[in-house]
């Protein structure tokens, strides 16, 4: 039989710098093209249906008010859990 012989294993090779550099400019259009999406008014799916909103640890309602809107928006009955 035929010794197997395990390979030598490679390194992980390190992301480029130039995508490091990028960053903002990418984070800056993702922020752009999820505020556009956000305008659009959404399609009206809710039929009143109610839905109750929980905030994460540690926060409030408040921070749910984007979501809550959006949500009252495509036809939904949004409620804060308090």
Do not use: I, Y
């Amino acid at each position: 039989m035929a010794e197997v012989v395990p390979s030598p294993k490679k390194r992980p090779r390190r992301p480029a710098l130039s995508l490091l550099a990028s960053e903002p400019a990418r984070a800056t259009l993702e922020a752009w093209a999820a505020l556009m999406q956000w305008s659009k008014p959404p399609n009206q799916v809710g039929a009143g249906h109610t839905v109750v909103l929980f905030p994460g640890l540690g926060t409030d309602g408040l921070t749910l008010w984007p979501l809550r809107r959006h949500l009252e928006r495509a036809g939904f009955r949004a409620l804060d859990w308090g």
